[in-house]
């Protein structure tokens, strides 16, 4: 019986009678009382045991994310001294460049730092390689392939081969993929696929990823 119900029979029936089936009430309430207070200790105890797994946990993946961050930017630093000729000064940006582009399109570094590095050596240039992989998370979104996939394609096609770039599922010019112009079609991907990166941060998923 509920503790409203209890208090209302007291208060209705105050007589020998209803006091002694209030008194019997009572007592059922207070065991009620006691074993859900010793199963909720349970609960919340094992509840306690399973937060603390689930942050160590957190911590040891964030200990390991962070190392393998760290051994990627460190191979594509190298990459970038010897590919596009990148100043300490360059680099430091670029990593800048790279926290601030995670965040943009809740895409994390594990993904961005390697398709940056395939992009640099591809082109030579470091601010053109940043301006693909900017082009390839919106292209990646607008096309639903993993961002590795379009890195390779755009690389690839710097490189003169359109291929996989036509593999991607968006609508290319095919005069311009016959005559290699790899400049009308960054456009025409750069029209067909702005914004699209932003969109899917703004979504439930791209919030939890960032």
Request: hydrophobic share 50%.
């Given at each position: ?94 990593a800048q460049y790279l926290d601030q582009l995670e965040l943009q399109v809740a895409i994390d570094n594990e993904k961005l730092i390697p398709a940056l590095q395939q992009l640099a ?90």
């Amino acid at each position: 019986m509920a503790t409203a119900a209890v208090i209302a029979r007291i208060l209705t029936q105050y007589s020998d009678v209803g006091s002694k089936a209030a008194q019997k009430d009572i007592a059922r309430l207070e065991k009620k009382i006691s074993a859900f207070g010793k199963k909720a200790v349970k609960s919340f105890a094992l509840a306690g045991v399973a937060t603390a797994a689930f942050a160590v946990k957190v911590g040891v993946d964030a200990v390991k994310g962070a190392a393998a961050d760290e051994k990627a930017l460190a191979a594509l630093d190298v990459a970038l001294r010897n590919n596009t000729g990148a100043t300490d000064a360059a680099i430091a940006a670029n990593a800048q460049y790279l926290d601030q582009l995670e965040l943009q399109v809740a895409i994390d570094n594990e993904k961005l730092i390697p398709a940056l590095q395939q992009l640099a050596t591809a082109t030579g240039d470091l601010g053109q390689a940043q301006a693909l992989l900017t082009l390839s998370t919106d292209v990646a979104a607008a096309s639903g392939k993993d961002l590795s996939v379009v890195s390779t394609a755009l690389s690839k096609a710097v490189n003169g081969n359109f291929t996989a770039l036509t593999k991607l599922g968006l609508p290319l010019d095919a005069d311009a993929v016959k005559a290699k112009d790899l400049g009308a079609l960054l456009v025409q991907l750069s029209n067909i696929s702005k914004g699209q990166a932003a969109a899917a941060t703004n979504t439930l998923a791209g919030r939890l990823e960032q």
